[in-house]
Structures are given as C-alpha cells and as structure tokens.
C-alpha cells in the first residue's frame, strides 16, 4: 500500500512539474514550409509598404555607386558608351528587384543569334554585337533539365530555360541568360518540385513583417479609443425593454453630443452622472518599435536604412550598422553579382571595343561614401606619412623618391584625392622627374662661375 501511495504521489508531482508528461507547450512546435504564392507577393509588394522597400533597397543599393571601369588608353569611354546604350545598370537593377521579389530572375543577352538554345561563344562577339539586354522573372522561365556532369561549366544549372511567349516556347541556353536568384536553395534535390530558382526574400521575412503591421493596426483602433465619455443613466437597462425609449435616449444623446461639440457644454438631468475616461499611449512606440527592429534584423537591412528613422540612444550614429550593410552589399556585387555577369562583361567589353584587351577590368565603387573632411585627414595622413618615408627632417629616405612618387599618385588617383592629377603629371611631370641630377647641378655651377669671371 505504502509503494501504490508513492508511485500516486510521484506521478501527481511529475504532472504538476510537467516532468515526463509530455505537456511541454514547445514539444509539438516544428517548422513547416508554407511557400507563398504569386499573387501573395504581387499584393504585399503592391500594397504594403515594408515588403516594398524590403525587396527594392539592397537592389537599389547595390548598383547606386555602380562600378568603375579601368584600361590603359582610350578604351573606357566606349565601355561606359556601351552601358549606357544597353541600360546595363537599369537592366541590373530590374532584374534584382525581379529576383528578390519572385525568387529569381534573368537577363537574356542578345545578339541576334537564331538559335538561342546552343552555347553563347563569347569569343564571337564583334563590335556592337550585343543588341539588347532583355529581363525575364522566374514567372517567365522555366527551367529544365539538372545539368549533373562535374566537367560542364554550368554543372547544377538548369540545361535549358524555356521561355513561354504567349503559344510559343523557346528554348535557351544558359550562358545566354545573366541569372540572378533571391534566397538561393541550400539543396536544389530536397527542394518541393525541384526548382532551381530561389525563394522570394519575402518568404522568410513575411510572419515578421505581418505582425508589426498587425500591431501598427492595432495601435491605430486605440487611437479611436483614446478618450470614452460614460454616462451613468438612472434605469437605463430596465427602461430598454420600450422601443420608444430607445428611440428617445438616441436621440438624446445625440442632441447632447452635438451641444458638446459645439458649446463645449454637456447638458445632462441632474441624476445623470458623466466622467471620462483616456487610454494610455507611452509605451506603445516601444512596442512597434521592436516589433519593426525584428524585421529590420529578418530583412539584414538596418532600421535606419529601412525605417529613415534617426538611431536611439546617446552617442548613437548608425554608422556601425550602416558599414555593416554596405560591407555586406560589398561582399555580394563580388559574390554573386561579380560571377553571374562575367559573360555579360566578356560580351560588353567586345561589343564596345571589337576585341578583349588584356588589361581592361572593373572594381566595384565604394558604397560608403566618406565626408569632405573625412577626405581631409586621410588625404593629410597619407601625405604625412609620404613625406616620413622621402625623408623628412633631414633624414634618409625610407623608400627611392621615385618609387614612392608614383606611389603616392596612384593612390590619390585612386582615391580621388586630387581630381585631375593624373591628366596634370601627364602634362607636367613629377617633382621626381623635374628634381635635377647631380650632373645638373655640377654644371650648373660651372657655368655660374664662368659667368661671374
């Protein structure tokens, strides 16, 4: 009996404790994929602001600064000419917002070939050979067959996209097309369908950004709420059961609220009590507030970024999170953009140039861009330290006076610390160059001296 008493007393404090009951209220929770359709995507980005800018800013972003082009001679005006005919950076710019909105999204290089199924030879690009460019969403291509040969070039790609143009469909290659995804898939094989697009950004973000929507619209019905008259009436409840009486306290109190809004007086019978009641606001801004910081943290865009709001706190700039973001955007243009483009570049440099000079490339522009005397200072220590290394003071130089001469120019034309400074040493040489030799000045002083005598 004593044993049956303890195994109940057990099995009581294991059922309030929770132990090994299986009554854990995280014990049934799971992850489940429920993939958000197209016209989901096309309402929350037409309609809801969040979703908008979530899509819209790291495209727009990306290509703000663009990139520079750098070649010896002529050759970067007709580049930039190039991109500038093909929209190359309006081209960009769509497809990546295409692609972060539907999950994927291509730009199709055209050049006039018939048959846009076999490969694109890059090599075969004359001058003006690329057309035009032409962006395609993933609702356009579909994509076939895996390529699933670790020798091909495109292995893990798709081996064709079809393109569906009202009752025809044709087929292209991918080395025709500059793909860009939206949240890339971690395993194309254990992906519903086996798509090789990518996910809609908004997919992951979407429940976030619901609930900081549901809670800004809920904040707006209190608004409504914030101040409620209550008027204490002697038999109301008893005397409801007239319809005449109903009538008459609507139209009472219609007439009541009318003078009120009018006068600002509040005519009342003398048994009648009236007080007021306020709703209080403070701390719901706190409330939204991280409700919309969760998203901005869904989304790796920061709040002040996302938001256009001010940064919190003392001493707070937001300079951290925003060099955080473009350093991210940095680390995709050479990811992801860099690599999915390089046909189009190959394409564009021949098409603009006729052939592939060796020495042309591009770098990315940088998407922080420094104050005036943030310039000043890095301009000021890196002369300081120039001037250290030639010597200063009296002492020997660090570095030949040459070599630290170009040097020093190539990081303020870089830099762009002196506009124009490269046209000017073209022009006028460097103080290296100009400095006379030690023959210079030996005869120099000869001739000084015979013209004295």
């Known amino acids: 009996m004593a ?6 007393r057990d099995s009581l404090t294991n059922l309030v404790s929770r132990m090994g009951t299986g009554r854990d209220k995280a014990a049934s929770s799971f992850y489940a994929f429920t993939p958000l359709s197209d016209p989901e995507l096309l309402a929350a980005y037409r309609t809801a602001w969040l979703p908008r800018k979530i899509v819209d800013i790291p495209a727009f972003d990306a290509v703000r600064s663009w990139r520079d082009w750098q070649a010896e001679g002529d050759s970067i005006e007709p580049i930039e000419a190039e991109e500038k005919r093909l929209n190359v950076r309006g081209k ?8 972060r909105l539907w999950g994927g999204a ?3 290089i055209g050049t006039g070939d018939a048959d846009l199924a076999a490969l694109l030879e890059i090599e075969r690009v004359g001058k003006g050979g690329v057309k035009y460019l032409t962006v395609l969403s993933r609702r356009q291509l579909t994509a076939g067959e895996i390529d699933r040969d670790p020798a091909s070039e495109f292995y893990g790609q ?5 393109l569906t143009a009202g009752t025809a469909q044709v087929q292209i290659h991918p080395s025709r097309l500059v793909i860009f995804q939206g949240n890339t898939q971690p395993d194309v094989d254990l ?10 950004v908004l997919q992951s973000v979407m429940d976030a950004i619901k609930q900081a929507d549901g809670t800004a619209a809920n904040i707006a019905s209190l608004v409504f ?9 002697p038999n109301f409840m008893a005397s409801l059961a007239s319809e005449d009486y109903k009538a008459k306290i609507l139209e009472r109190y219609t007439l009541a609220n009318t003078a009120k809004g009018i006068n ?14 306020s709703a209080s606001f ?3 801004p706190d409330v939204l507030d991280r409700f919309l910081q969760i998203v901005s943290g869904a989304a790796d865009i920061p709040a002040t970024r996302l938001l256009g709001q001010a940064p919190a706190g003392m001493n707070a700039t937001g300079e951290s999170d925003l060099r955080n973001y473009y350093d991210r955007l940095s680390a995709m243009q050479e990811v992801e953009m860099t690599p999915a483009m390089h046909r189009l570049d190959e394409a564009l440099i021949r098409s603009a140039l006729g052939s592939r000079p060796s020495d042309v490339y591009y770098e990315w522009a940088p998407l922080w861009g420094m104050s005036e005397k943030e310039k000043a200072d890095v301009f000021k220590t890196k002369a300081d330290a120039g001037r250290t290394l030639a010597g200063g003071n009296g002492q020997s130089p660090l570095i030949p006076i040459d070599a630290l001469s170009e040097a020093l120019i190539n990081a303020f034309v870089e830099d762009g610390s002196l506009p124009g400074l490269e046209a000017a040493i073209e022009e006028f040489g460097t103080l290296a160059e100009q400095e006379p030799s030690e023959e210079d000045i030996v005869a120099a002083a000869a001739a000084n001296q015979n013209a004295a005598a």
């Open 282 to 284: 403070a701390t719901l």
């Open 264 to 277: 600002g007086t509040l005519l009342l019978d003398k048994e009648e009590e009236y007080e007021q009641k």
């Open 225 to 233: 709420e914030a101040k409620v008259d209550i008027i204490k009436v």
């Open 106 to 108: 291509a730009i199709h």
């Open 92 to 99: 960009v710019f769509e497809a990546k917002v295409k692609a």
């Open 191 to 200: 992906v519903e369908g086996q798509s090789s697009w990518g996910d809609s």
């Open 158 to 162: 798709p081996k064709f996209f079809t």
């Open 3 to 8: 044993n049956v008493i303890a195994l109940v």
